[in-house]
């Protein structure tokens, strides 16, 4: 039995861990690399397995970071089988579909200047897609059967997988393997990325069953969350101080889980007369707005309140005065609104997409303001107004900030450092932890906390492999 780390273990991006045991390989999601030239470079490198000889993919959820990767893995000669939860399966089909468009678009127009100068990305150039939407299209034949939360699925004499709610995202996973070779068994949980608690919409994380070895997450592995309500108090009073104003709020947003959260907190705050009533709500987004229409049809991964009011006949996704917008002209409508609008855009880290129209229009109004609600990685025009630009360029233009920027922390979708110890804890007393998917400073917070109790840690590099 063994296991190897064939992502980037020791940063946050491009998950993938490939297990043996006996005769069965198994990798645990297949993720891209994500960020700067470097990080990019990595998804065209050869795997350092054969795609071929995998038999099987666990993917614990629909994140680009996780699945991203699946249709190379399927053009490289992959011809096993892919098995998820339902509703990561339809989301994976969003997000690969989508980073095939980027991918071609990029491939097709490598010459266009740049319009941001915030990425590191526009200095790749590469006339060849990484992959086509055809390319997913045939990844896709190879999803097969559906894991459940708490259901078992033998995959061979070998490997057996029972997955639990990783509470991330809806139909995320961490996974528990069972690996047999011989007389000898071993037990292997692998977190997947660990939700954080008292999200809108979504269950808490479950706890994990006790291992023998554990593979986890430590991207907040040095950071406590701000409680959740805090945060919703800080977002309905940045808009309330807006619309008094006279502006308009801009939040850039992801599309997955993110847009949906506040969806459902727009409408409350509606609803308990916390927001007026008159107030002008927007997702622009197409990719957003068919995420929303995927999470209406798995109300099996919700929380016990927004089933209580799928149950009373409340749709959590719509009320008065919102408007999806799927449409380009819908969205350049948007900018005749002058006054009283929440305008939800992509992305989530204003580095692209249709949040930088608006961010055109409403950046240089002080009496507008924008909110930041999502992780802005260093470089992004999100991070860059985070960090007090009084200018920046957008589509070639200086575009002076003089909106109001609010950076409202407590929405993260991953625990926090309190929530990966307690996480841990129900794991007992495993033989090796390994510490994975986060930056170096986080990820060695944790590992010395741990190592304080007494427990043995690895943190893997790239193509480490261990005997198990």
Not at 78 to 97: C, D, H, K, P, Q
Not at 202 to 213: E, G, L, Q, T, V
Not at 413 to 418: E, F, L, S
Request: glycine fraction near 8%.
């Amino acid at each position: 039995m063994k296991v190897s780390s064939h992502g980037a273990a020791r940063e946050v991006t491009g998950s993938c861990h490939l297990v043996e045991a006996g005769k069965t390989k198994a990798l645990i999601d297949c993720g891209m690399f994500q960020g700067g030239l470097k990080q990019l470079k990595k998804n065209k490198a050869p795997f350092e397995f054969d795609p071929s000889e995998i038999d099987f993919v666990i993917l614990t959820h629909a994140h680009l970071d996780h699945c991203g990767l699946l249709p190379l893995l399927v053009k490289r000669g992959f011809r096993g089988e892919i098995l998820t939860t339902s509703a990561s399966r339809e989301l994976a089909e969003l997000v690969m579909l989508d980073s095939a468009k980027i991918n071609e678009q990029n491939a097709n127009h490598k010459t266009r200047k740049p319009n941001t100068r915030y990425s590191e990305k526009k200095n790749f150039q590469d006339s060849e897609a990484l992959y086509t939407k055809e390319d997913v299209m045939s990844a896709l034949n190879y999803f097969g059967r559906t894991l459940a939360y708490g259901e078992v699925l033998k995959l061979s004499k070998d490997i057996e997988v029972k997955p639990f709610d990783a509470g991330h995202i809806i139909g995320s996973a961490s996974v528990v393997l069972r690996l047999t070779e011989g007389m000898r068994e071993k037990k292997i949980v692998f977190s997947g990325d660990i939700g954080n608690v008292d999200k809108p919409l979504i269950r808490d994380p479950s706890f994990p069953p006790k291992a023998d070895y554990v593979v986890m997450e430590t991207l907040y592995g040095d950071r406590l969350h701000k409680p959740i309500a805090e945060s919703i108090k800080e977002f309905y009073t940045a808009i309330n101080q807006t619309l008094k104003q006279g502006g308009n709020v801009v939040v850039p947003i992801f599309a997955m889980e993110r847009a949906q959260e506040f969806l459902y907190l727009l409408r409350e705050g509606v609803e308990n007369g916390i927001l007026p009533g008159n107030v002008k709500i927007f997702l622009d987004s197409p990719m957003a707005i068919t995420a929303t229409e995927i999470f209406r049809r798995h109300p099996e991964c919700f929380n016990k309140e927004a089933l209580e009011l799928l149950k009373g006949g409340i749709d959590p996704f719509t009320f008065p005065n919102f408007k999806f917008t799927r449409n380009v002209e819908e969205s350049k409508h948007i900018n005749d609104v002058k006054s009283g609008a929440v305008i939800l855009a992509g992305s989530g880290m204003a580095n692209g997409g249709r949040v930088y129209h608006h961010l055109k229009h409403n950046l240089g109004r002080p009496e507008c303001a924008v909110v930041i609600v999502s992780f802005a990685s260093t470089g992004t025009l999100a991070r860059v107004m985070i960090d007090g630009a009084e200018e920046v360029k957008i589509f070639g233009e200086d575009i002076p900030v003089r909106a109001k920027i609010y950076t409202i922390n407590g929405f993260s979708g991953h625990a926090g450092r309190n929530g990966l110890l307690s996480w841990h804890r129900h794991t007992g007393n495993p033989d090796t932890t390994f510490l994975v998917h986060g930056d170096e400073k986080p990820m060695q917070s944790i590992a010395d906390t741990l190592r304080a109790q007494g427990k043995h840690i690895e943190m893997p590099s790239l193509h480490d492999e261990y005997k198990l």
